[in-house]
C-alpha cells in the first residue's frame, strides 16, 4: 500500500472533518485534523449539525462523553451525512461499561449507516455481542481472535472495522490490514485514541472510495509521528507537544522506510 499517496490525498484535499465528540479530548481531536492540514469543526447543538454535516467531508461521533441529547444531536447529524453520501466514524468509547452506552451505541448503528466502527479490543467485542470486561475506556481483557471478530462484525454491518491496540487490526470490504507502528507511550496520555478516531475520519473524508485502506494509512501516519514524537520527550506533556509537530511534518521518505503495513487473508 502506498501510505504516502493518501497523506498526499488528505494534503491536496484538505477534507472538512464535522465531530461531535468527546469533550475531555475536543481541542486535541481538532488539533491533530489541523496539524494533516485538513479542517476540523465541532458542532453538537441539534439546530445546526445537520446543516454542519451536510457541508462536511466526513463525520465523526465519538460517545465518550455521551448524553441523551448529544446522540440526539447525533443521530440528526448522521441522518444528514447519510444524505449527502459522507463517510461516519463512530467511536464506541467506553462500550460495554453501562447498559446505557451500549444502548445508545446499538441506537446509532441501527439507525444510520456507517462506515466504520473503531473501538479498542473490549469494545468492539461488546459491540460484537461478546460478554467482556471492561474498564471504563480502558481497553480489557478478550479471549476471542480479534481477527475474526473484526471480520465478522464488519461482514454484518457492511462496514469498516478498526480496533486499536498495540496492533492495530482494520477489516472491511472483504480485507484485513494490520498497522504495527506507534510506541508504548500513546497509552499514558488522555485522548490518543479520539485523535486515532479523527485521523481516521480525515482519511475516509479525503478518501472516501477506499475507507479500509484510508483507516490503515491514517493509523499509520498518526502513529510514524507518535515514533517520532516519543524521541527526547520527558514523559506525556511533551510527548503530546511533539506530536502536533510530528505530524506537520510527515515526509515522505520517513513514511517509507517506517511504515508497518500489512495486508492479511
Not at 444524505?83 to 467511536?91: A, E, Q, S, Y
Request: with cysteine; net charge neutral.
Amino acid at each position: 500500500m502506498n501510505i504516502y499517496a493518501f497523506l498526499q490525498a488528505v494534503h491536496e484535499k484538505r477534507p472538512l472533518v464535522h465531530h461531535i465528540t468527546n469533550w475531555v479530548t475536543i481541542f486535541d481531536c481538532a488539533q491533530i485534523v489541523k496539524s494533516f492540514r485538513a479542517s476540523p469543526v465541532m458542532a453538537h447543538a441539534p439546530e445546526e449539525v445537520e446543516a454542519m454535516s451536510s457541508i462536511a467531508s466526513a463525520l465523526v461521533l465519538n460517545i465518550g462523553t455521551l448524553t441523551t441529547e448529544v446522540v440526539e444531536s447525533m443521530k440528526l447529524s448522521a441522518a444528514a451525512a447519510n444524505r449527502k453520501g459522507i463517510p461516519i466514524v463512530l467511536d464506541v468509547c467506553g462500550a460495554g461499561a453501562t447498559a446505557f452506552r451500549d444502548r445508545k451505541c446499538a441506537e446509532l448503528l441501527d439507525g444510520a449507516k456507517i462506515a466504520v466502527i473503531k473501538g479498542n479490543s473490549s469494545e468492539i467485542a461488546r459491540i460484537a455481542g461478546l460478554a467482556v470486561d471492561t474498564k471504563g475506556v480502558d481497553a480489557g481483557h478478550v479471549s476471542a481472535d480479534l481477527r475474526e471478530v473484526a471480520k465478522s462484525l464488519s461482514k454484518r454491518r457492511a462496514c469498516t472495522v478498526v480496533i486499536t491496540g498495540a496492533e492495530d487490526i482494520v477489516a472491511g470490504d472483504g480485507k484485513l490490514f494490520s498497522v504495527r507502528n506507534g510506541h508504548p507511550i500513546m497509552t499514558t496520555l488522555v485522548g490518543t485514541g479520539c485523535m486515532a478516531t479523527s485521523v481516521i475520519g480525515t482519511f475516509a473524508g479525503a478518501i472516501p472510495e477506499n475507507i479500509p485502506e484510508a483507516a490503515a494509512a491514517g493509523l499509520c501516519c498518526y502513529e510514524i509521528a507518535a515514533e517520532q514524537a516519543a524521541k527526547d520527550c520527558a514523559g506525556p506533556g511533551s510527548f503530546k507537544q511533539r506530536l502536533f509537530d510530528c505530524v506537520a511534518n510527515l515526509e515522505e521518505k520517513q513514511i517509507r522506510a517506517l511504515q508497518q503495513v500489512a495486508t492479511e487473508p
